[in-house]
């Protein structure tokens, strides 16, 4: 069936160091969107990627999707403590722009 | 506050019994969405609606579970003779259809924990 992975799992990180979680769909998606999860809370939408090749900034955070459309990365530049939680990729089932495939997300721990 | 909300945050239970969960959607959402979350997983859909059709049950929900959303605005969850397997973070979400890609909001989600 259709598969979102997503690498890798945990990340520990100084703060001041960068970091990239990068998501692998066994299928073309028509979009991706990225989330993140704070410990102990529920999933925030972060932004969605449409377009074949499309890069998009917020602030330390940069975006990519990839050409094929089967796979995004998420770079953060210069982490901060802040920057604590679960990233998840996520993209709709085949056929359907609604309900969302997730991948099991990657833990980023930052030491100050 | 306009975002989604669902009630209660967390329920213990013991096993073999029923518990229902509700959202609240945003309130100009037409889609609603039922996920559940497990330790160190992503969030796996269940079902979802759009207004008050239920247009997909995931394979994932046995007979026990069952969802409603009667006048496309609310929805309720319930859980008929729970099992310990159903301990679980349930998430609901909203969205907009818009185009051909819709952002989905998630509410705070209920922690169920049977015993």
């Known amino acids: 069936g259709q598969q979102v992975m997503q690498i890798p799992q945990y990340q520990h990180v100084q703060e001041g160091e960068d970091f990239t979680t990068y998501c692998n769909s066994s299928?073309?998606?028509?979009?991706i969107q990225w989330y993140k999860q704070r410990p102990g809370g529920h999933p925030v939408f972060l932004i969605q990627?449409?377009?074949?090749?499309e890069v998009k900034k917020q602030k330390r955070l940069t975006f990519q999707f990839g050409e094929a459309k089967k796979n995004s990365s998420l770079h953060i530049t210069a982490t901060q403590t802040t920057d604590v939680g679960t990233y998840f990729c996520?993209?709709?089932?085949?056929?359907?722009?609604?309900?969302?495939?997730f991948g099991q997300g990657t833990t980023l721990q930052v030491k100050p | 506050d306009t975002g989604v909300s669902q009630d209660p945050r967390h329920k213990i239970t013991k096993r073999g019994q029923n518990v229902t969960f509700r959202c609240d959607p945003i309130?100009?959402?037409?889609?609603l969405y039922w996920y559940r979350q497990t330790l160190g997983q992503g969030p796996e859909f269940l079902t979802y609606?759009?207004?008050?059709?239920?247009?997909?049950k995931s394979r994932l929900l046995s007979d026990r579970f069952s969802a409603e959303r009667p006048k496309g605005s609310f929805s309720t969850l319930e859980i008929q003779r729970t099992e310990q397997g159903d301990s679980a973070m349930y998430l609901c979400?909203?969205?907009?259809?818009?185009?051909?890609?819709?952002?989905?909001?998630f509410g705070p989600g209920t922690r169920l924990t049977v015993l």
């Open positions: 979400a909203s969205s907009t259809t818009s185009g051909s890609a819709d952002t989905q909001y």
């Open positions: 299928t073309t998606l028509s979009n």
């Open positions: 309130s100009e959402h037409n889609r």
């Open positions: 609606f759009q207004n008050e059709a239920q247009l997909e």
């Open positions: 996520a993209g709709p089932f085949a056929g359907n722009t609604g309900k969302l495939i």
């Open positions: 990627l449409v377009k074949s090749g």
